[in-house]
C-alpha cells in the first residue's frame, strides 16, 4: 500500500507565501512522478506541477512563482509558493505517478486548502 500526508494549507494574503509537503510511505516505486493538482470550487482538478528526477514542468498559471521539489531520500515533494494570488485558492492534492506492470498507477493525498485572501 502507498500513503501520501500533505502538510503546509492554510489561510494567506495575496502577495503571500506558503509551502506544502507530501511524504510517501508504505512502497516506494522506483519509476515515478511526483507532483500538485489543485481543485478550485466548481472546476475540474488541474495539475500545478510535477517533478520526475531533475526535471519539472509547471502550468503556465504559477510559471515563475512556485517552485516544486523534491527529496528522493526522504520521499517527500513539495511546492513553495510565492506571490500567491486570490485565484490560488483551492484544494491542493499531493500525487505519486508510479509505473507499475507497464502502466501508470496514480495515488493522491487527502487534499490541503489553500485559501488566499485579505
Known amino acids: 500500500q502507498v500513503q501520501l500526508v500533505e502538510s503546509g494549507g492554510g489561510l494567506v494574503q495575496p502577495g503571500g507565501s506558503l509551502r506544502l509537503s507530501c511524504g510517501v510511505s508504505g512502497t516506494i516505486f522506483s519509476i515515478n512522478i511526483m507532483g500538485w493538482y489543485r481543485q478550485a470550487p466548481g472546476k475540474e482538478r488541474e495539475l500545478v506541477a510535477t517533478?520526475?528526477?531533475?526535471?519539472?514542468i509547471y502550468a503556465d498559471s504559477v510559471k515563475g512563482r512556485f517552485t516544486i521539489s523534491r527529496d528522493n531520500t526522504e520521499n517527500t515533494v513539495h511546492l513553495q509558493m510565492n506571490r500567491l494570488k486570490p485565484e490560488d485558492t483551492a484544494v491542493y492534492y499531493c500525487?505519486?505517478?508510479?509505473?507499475?506492470?507497464?502502466?501508470?498507477?496514480?495515488?493522491w493525498g487527502q487534499g490541503t486548502q489553500v485559501t488566499v485572501s485579505s
Open positions: 500525487n505519486y505517478s508510479v509505473r507499475r506492470l507497464g502502466s501508470w498507477v496514480d495515488y
Open positions: 517533478i520526475s528526477g531533475a526535471n519539472a
